[in-house]
């Protein structure tokens, strides 16, 4: 793709204050396939949470980036990633989703593997020749693999930086959703899977979207939650309290102050000394932030964690216009059942798609890419929403033009950081 094309993809006038994306980042397959090289091949992709294979042996298998993986316990217990080929003749070496395992044996011509990755054996091994190199017959690990905090990462660039730089600003509000409850948060067994006639950077842009909320969800806004005694217009309203910010290199995060719960009133005691153990084990000020705020953290290019409903997603693009998401609840390891219980309702009420959230999201989502088939008459749509603001509230677009500005630099090939905010940071630096 020539460079003037790939150029006019992300208008950003940040003197004017003005910004738009060419929508021809949302219908091209020539587009996906640089994104596929561009994007997913050099970023860390989530994977996994060590808690759901936590016991030597125990796997689970995962779509990663484009490829399909084994996540394992080795017998010592680390966390190990690897390519699910066969190195024989390519099969899927496990085809199970999970389950616990002490060798894994390809179902084509039965070689096996230990769990560290080694060939444990092979029928027939005297037939080859003494060419044959046993050591190199092994599962493949991918190229890079590190944990956060439990959450498991990928990345298929061997030169990439490593995960902690890369989260680099966003790590501070992974750590304030991580920290509520425990330190130890489990994904609870079974994920939503589902899938959107749509490009994938939509539901980028959505779960990042606070402007879309009263509009799409009307009916949960509206009459749900004021059927459970809260106050809806506390809900809705835009309020200066709330801010998109963009944590660098494309992460960003919308918060908003919690909303009083009354899902929870049974639970208020229960609450309460997770507040206490909060204030003892991180003083007032940070068990503010991480109490007190619903946040939806965006961890480029697909990872979105999401506190109001203690979830976390990714997806993958199928075809320009069609993309696979999966969704997890995280929730903490110590909750009572009953509070278990009343967070796990919560979760499947608004997400998933039995939930009050997630249709409207969809129909949302969908529509816009049916509406794309006029790219050729309507090329741009706009993501301009308080660009010229000091301090972008959640209905601002701020948090989307910081993962289009990485996205961009992404894509034409760039290096190195990349100045996502709205003004240059040496100016913002110079005042
Ligand atoms: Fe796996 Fe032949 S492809 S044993
Ligand atoms: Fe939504």
Redesign the pocket.
């Known amino acids: 793709m020539d460079s003037e094309t790939l150029d006019r993809l992300v208008l950003d006038d940040r003197a004017q204050g003005s910004f738009r994306v060419h929508r021809q980042a949302f219908v091209d397959p020539a587009i996906l396939e640089l994104e596929r090289r561009a994007v997913f091949d050099r970023c860390w992709l989530y994977a996994g949470h060590e808690s759901e294979f936590a016991a030597p042996g125990d796997f689970v298998t995962r779509k990663i980036g484009g490829r399909p993986l084994i996540l394992v316990r080795d017998r010592q217990g680390a966390v190990r990633a690897f390519l699910n080929s066969?190195p024989?003749?390519?099969?899927l070496?496990c085809r199970e989703g999970r389950g616990t395992a002490r060798v894994f044996t390809?179902?084509?011509?039965?070689?096996s593997f230990n769990l560290d990755g080694g060939l444990a054996g092979?029928p027939g091994e005297e037939s080859y020749t003494a060419s044959f190199d046993r050591a190199a017959m092994g599962l493949r690990p991918v190229p890079r693999m590190e944990s956060y905090r439990g959450l498991v990462f990928v990345c298929f660039d061997a030169d990439a930086v490593d995960l902690a730089t890369y989260l680099g600003r966003a790590r501070e509000r992974l750590d304030w959703i991580l920290d509520f409850g425990d330190q130890d948060v489990e994904i609870v067994q079974g994920a939503q899977a589902y899938s959107m006639r749509a490009n994938w950077k939509l539901l980028v842009e959505n779960s990042i979207d606070g402007y879309h909320a009263m509009a799409t969800h009307q009916r949960y806004f509206r009459q749900y939650l004021p059927d459970l005694g809260m106050d809806s217009a506390a809900a809705v309203m835009p309020r200066h309290d709330t801010q998109g910010v963009e944590l660098g290199n494309g992460h960003a995060v919308t918060e908003k102050p919690k909303l009083p719960a009354p899902l929870m009133t049974n639970a208020k005691e229960e609450l309460a000394a997770i507040r206490a153990d909060l204030e003892r084990r991180f003083g007032p000020e940070r068990t503010r932030m991480i109490a007190e705020f619903d946040r939806n953290l965006f961890i480029i290019p697909n990872l979105i964690l999401i506190s109001t409903w203690r979830t976390l997603r990714t997806f993958y693009p199928v075809a320009p216009d069609y993309m696979e998401i999966d969704s997890w609840a995280l929730l903490p390891r110590s909750d009572s059942a009953e509070m278990r219980q009343k967070r796990f309702q919560n979760f499947i009420g608004f997400l998933g798609p039995a939930g009050f959230g997630t249709p409207d999201d969809v129909s949302g989502l969908e529509g816009c890419q049916r509406g794309f088939a006029t790219v050729k008459e309507m090329p741009y749509s706009d993501i301009s929403r308080g660009m010229g603001r000091a301090r972008p509230t959640l209905i601002d677009e701020l948090q989307m033009r910081a993962f289009w500005r990485r996205w961009h630099a992404l894509v034409r090939g760039q290096t190195g950081p990349t100045d996502c905010a709205d003004r240059p940071q040496d100016a913002v630096a110079a005042e």
């Open positions: 066969c024989h003749r390519g099969n070496v390809c179902f084509y011509h039965a070689w092979l």
